[in-house]
């Protein structure tokens, strides 16, 4: 099966909270009863141990208490019709137009047309491709006619998706591939894969133009030309300048002390930020001179609980970000006065992926189960997957002084 072969992308580093019987709420003991309810249909006659009971039950107190009551809609956000059937690996909009694609654990690319009418929004189903496996990752085209996607087939394929044409493979790797980037000033795609390999490709040509050999297997990839940064599985940060793109500018051990989730270079080209599944994010700049303005700091934490960080989306016009994680919550922040902007409230499943639109009008989320508890705290009958869309007011994304602060610099 698929969903036994994928790779968890949390590891279990959560802090849980004692189980404390004198606290029991009616509803997580409802989840309880739900729980061996949906086990006993599914095997044969069991002899039920207390130490079972206990795992159950705990397993049913840890859920109900990390996220409340199940809305997964707390912020009022607008919800994109027909979503995946399983859960959302990527989000990514058009450069050119409100074309937002997701890909997904279900094989599936698909395509929605979002229509805005003030503070209405709309979205319209308008194609979908298939992989032959799980799809993990997407990215357009500079000029919004193509879309790229790559998965666990480990194939790259392009699909030109405004013209109506039928997708083609342009990419292939040993292992799945994690995720890509169009590098318009280049002309080129540039997949990296968990075969340890950073590749580049003209979409005209079967083999790559170059294969980068990779210190560990690819996990995240950001480029904002002439700068690329590579996360790997071993905590290094490699950093490229694409002006020459076959050597190694420089490896960086991330200041975060776990796993890396993701990561996204400045607007300016001057650094990046990378998240951990550490509930942390790490901002660095590349020139020596600036590293007295390096710094990390702490999110998506609850009390004990420390989720994953699991997006990290620049506004395009306020340079500004936004943060996404496992915690069902999505975040704006700014780095130049190092403040939170907005924080908004929590939703009742992780958010695995999100997304800025061309103008920073339109915030796109996922809020679905992000497997970072395995298969078994997975009930395909209650968790179901959404899409939503949120429009940013200019005081949540727009950067501001620290209060006290005489001004920007």
């Known amino acids: 099966m698929v969903r036994n072969g994928r790779k968890r992308s949390v590891k279990r580093r959560w802090k849980r909270k004692r189980c404390d019987l004198s606290s029991f709420e009616p509803y997580a003991f409802a989840a309880f009863l739900f729980s061996v309810q949906t086990f006993r249909s599914s095997v044969p006659p069991l002899n039920f141990s207390i130490s079972f009971f206990f795992c159950v039950l705990h397993s049913s107190l840890i859920t109900m208490s990390t996220f409340g009551a199940a809305n997964t809609n707390p912020n009022k956000s607008f919800e994109v019709a027909q979503p995946p059937s399983d859960s959302i690996s990527s989000l990514s909009f058009s450069p050119k137009a409100n074309f937002l694609v997701a890909t997904s654990w279900d094989n599936q690319v698909r395509c929605w047309e979002i229509t805005r009418n003030g ?26 006619t193509t879309v790229f996607s790559g998965g666990c087939d480990k194939q790259v394929k392009m699909w030109p998706l405004t013209s109506g044409g039928q997708p083609m493979t342009v990419a292939m790797h040993d292992s799945p591939v994690k995720d890509l980037a169009w590098i318009p000033e280049m002309n080129l795609l540039a997949t990296g894969s968990w075969d340890k390999t ?52 420089k490896r960086i051990v991330s200041p975060l002390k776990y796993q890396t989730r993701c990561v996204a270079a400045f607007p300016d080209q001057q650094g990046f930020l990378v998240g951990s599944i550490e509930g942390r994010v790490g901002v660095h700049h590349l020139d020596d001179a600036q590293q007295s303005k390096n710094f990390t ?21 306020h340079h500004t970000f936004a943060t996404a994680g496992s915690d069902g919550a999505f975040n704006f922040w700014d780095k130049d006065s190092k403040q939170r902007l907005k924080a908004m409230q929590r939703c009742s499943q992780p ?20 497997w970072s508890k395995g298969a078994e705290n997975h009930n395909p ?23 006290g602060a005489t001004g920007r610099k």
């Open 119 to 144: 503070t209405v929004v709309s979205s319209t189903p308008k194609a979908s491709i298939s992989h032959d496996q799980p799809v993990l990752c997407s990215a357009w085209k500079d000029d919004g």
């Open 198 to 249: 950073l590749k580049y490709w003209d979409t005209r040509q079967p083999n790559p133009v170059h294969t980068q050999q990779l210190s560990d297997r690819c996990y995240a990839i950001t480029v904002k030309y002439p700068l690329m940064v590579v996360g790997t599985a071993d905590r290094n940060l490699i950093v490229f300048n694409l002006q020459n793109p076959q050597t190694e500018y």
């Open 297 to 317: 700091f702490k999110c998506h934490r609850e009390n004990n609980e420390i989720y994953s960080v699991n997006s990290l989306n620049f506004h395009p016009v």
């Open 351 to 370: 958010i695995p992926c999100s997304a800025f639109n061309n103008d920073g009008s339109i915030f796109a989320y996922a809020v679905c189960y992000d």
């Open 381 to 403: 009958a209650t968790a179901k997957n959404y899409i939503y869309l949120h429009l940013p007011q200019e005081s949540e994304v727009k950067g501001k002084p620290r209060a």
